[in-house]
């Protein structure tokens, strides 16, 4: 059995419609008002901060978005036998689910947007019940079980990576026989980090971006072609 994480990132997503909001140059960093909708404190200090962030979901590409040919690659690889395949995204649109990869061998660094979160009682629902109620005319819906503030269950910034999660995704990094970091800049830590770790335990490094990486010189194998139909071609070698 070999044991294939994929590290992906916002470039595995953008032939899906998703742009990447949230990397160093993403739109999210680059316009400080859009910021403020994802960044936790303003978020809990401020109902029209609140507001305008219902409105930004409802209005997400995510939604309308499909699985694309990278996404449906991994998803195959997981189905041949001789392989184990783990995911470790730092995607919140649910892509890889959706192209038929099970939900429990994927790991959600920044969690995800297809379900809420009460920031008081920490219940969860889903994103799709929490829209309906927007587009109903609430505009800033509470949580039901105990009226406590609302958010989508990603990792605002100001908020910490779930240590479970990451404790997970390190575990998994050491394991590995082959790792695959594709679609990410490998500039936010300490998702980027876990190629370093899975290179110094021996795993085959492949790097599959369209600009350099940090960790390029720790790679076996860097690939710049674009995504959707290189990263198909790399893990068909594999098998
Ligand atoms: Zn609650």
Known sequence: ??????LSGAGISTDSGIPDYRGPDGLWRRDPEAEKLVTYEYY???????????????????????????????????RKPGFAVRVITQNVDGLH???????RKVLELHGTARTVVCTRCQVRSSMKDALARV????EDPPCLACGGILKSATVMFGQRLDPAVLAEAMGIAKACEVFIAVGTSLQVQPAASLAGIAAEHGARLAIVNAEPTPYDELADEIVREPIGTSLPALLKRLA
């Open 97 to 103: 689910q959706l192209a038929g990869m099970p939900a």
């Open 135 to 138: 587009e109903a005319g609430e």
């Open 44 to 78: 809990m200090a401020d109902p029209e901060i609140r507001r305008r962030s219902w409105v930004m979901r409802r209005e997400s590409t995510t939604w309308r978005a499909e699985p694309n040919s990278a996404h449906h690659a991994v998803a195959e690889l997981n």
């Open 1 to 6: 059995m070999t044991l294939v994480a994929i």
